[in-house]
């Protein structure tokens, strides 16, 4: 399986991205996809996931109501709208797919490069 994710950037706080996943290697419409970042010195933590169907979707706390995950599961894409962007949200932003049997939301076995999110104050 390889997860190939972009779109991050530098934005201004109270802006938005879209960061992109295109996956391959296998069916991608079987599986949830999930995405973490990491910031500086902290561990990887979890953000959304999206079920294989692209009706159950799971957030952080830190994110709700401003981040929708959402997926196109004929381009085999996840994508993570951010919206009201905070400086706190900046880190690496790492796409993710579970192996069979692996639990929803979070137990993930398979790891894109991550995409860099700065959001200036």
């Known amino acids: 399986v390889q997860l190939q994710a972009s779109g991050g950037g530098l934005v201004q706080a109270g802006g938005s991205l879209r960061l992109s996943c295109a996956a391959s290697g296998r069916t991608f419409s079987r599986y949830h996809m999930g995405w973490f970042r990491q910031a500086p010195g902290n561990e990887r933590e979890f953000v959304a996931a999206?079920?294989?169907?692209?009706?159950?979707?799971r957030y952080a706390d830190s994110v709700k109501g401003r981040f929708t995950i959402s997926r196109d599961n004929a381009k085999n894409t996840v994508y993570l709208h951010m919206n009201s962007l905070k400086p706190e949200d900046t880190a690496v932003y790492y796409c993710?797919?579970?192996?069979?049997?692996?639990?929803?939301?979070?137990?993930?076995?398979?790891w894109g490069q991550g995409t860099q999110v700065i959001v200036s104050s």
């Open positions: 999206i079920m294989w169907s692209g009706t159950i979707t």
């Open positions: 993710a797919a579970p192996q069979s049997g692996s639990s929803w939301p979070y137990e993930y076995d398979y």
